[in-house]
C-alpha cells in the first residue's frame, strides 16, 4: 500500500472507555473495515489490550509492523440504579441497614493518551484510525479528538461519549526562536543577584 493512497494522524487525544465485552462484539460482528484492512486481531497481554490491523495486501510481509490500537484493562464495579427512596435525606438514629446496591465487576477497555499511547506504527496508521473512530461511537464515556489529512484535506475529529460533534481546525502563528528568547528572564544582568 503506498503511503500517498493513505491518509496520515498528526494530533490525536483520547479518554474513551467501554466494556471489554462490547469491543469484543463489536469486532465479532464483522464490521465494514476500511479499504487496506483485511481483519483486525485482538491480543491481551495481561492488563493491555492491543488491536493490530492485518493488511488485505498481500505483498506486506507479516513481519511488517501495522498498526495497531492500544488499550488499557481496566476493572469498574459497575452498579446497578439506586431505588429512588433511598436518596430522600439523611437517616441518623434509624437502625435499619440500608441494602447493598447490587454491583459486578466489568472489565473496560480504555483507550486512554495521546497518539503514541493509543494508535501505534505507520502502516495502516489512518485506517486504523477510523476503527477507533468507530469504537468510540460506541462508547458512552469519553472523548476522541484527532487532526488528520486525507485526500490533500486535514479534517477535525471529535466524538464526545459516543456522538460526532462539531470541531474545527484553527492555524495560529506560534512565537518565533527571537521571541521565545527574549522573554525569558536573564539571570546575568539581574539586579536582584549580587556577586
Not at 84 to 102: K, T, V
Request: negative net charge.
Amino acid at each position: 500500500m503506498s503511503a500517498e493512497n493513505s491518509g496520515q494522524v498528526f494530533r490525536l487525544h483520547s479518554t474513551l472507555e467501554l466494556p471489554l465485552e462490547d469491543v469484543r462484539e463489536f469486532l465479532s460482528d464483522d464490521p465494514e473495515l476500511p479499504d487496506g484492512i483485511e481483519s483486525v486481531d485482538i491480543t491481551r497481554r495481561n492488563n493491555t489490550l492491543i488491536l493490530k490491523a492485518i493488511s488485505a495486501d498481500k505483498s506486506v510481509s507479516k513481519y511488517t509492523p501495522t498498526a495497531q490500537l492500544k488499550a488499557s484493562v481496566v476493572e469498574n464495579r459497575v452498579y446497578e440504579e439506586e431505588p429512588e427512596d433511598q436518596h430522600r435525606g439523611p437517616r441518623w438514629g434509624d437502625e435499619e441497614e440500608e441494602e447493598e446496591i447490587p454491583s459486578e465487576l466489568v472489565e473496560f477497555a480504555a483507550f486512554k493518551g495521546d497518539r503514541e499511547t493509543v494508535l501505534q506504527n505507520s502502516l495502516l496508521q489512518y485506517e486504523m484510525f477510523l476503527v477507533l473512530c468507530a469504537i468510540a461511537r460506541e462508547a458512552e464515556k469519553g472523548t476522541l479528538t484527532a487532526i488528520t489529512a486525507h485526500d490533500g484535506d486535514l479534517d477535525a475529529t471529535r466524538i464526545v461519549d459516543g456522538e460526532d460533534r462539531p470541531a474545527s481546525i484553527e492555524v495560529v502563528e506560534g512565537r518565533s526562536e527571537g521571541q521565545a528568547a527574549n522573554s525569558g528572564v536573564n539571570w546575568r544582568d539581574n539586579k536582584f543577584i549580587s556577586d
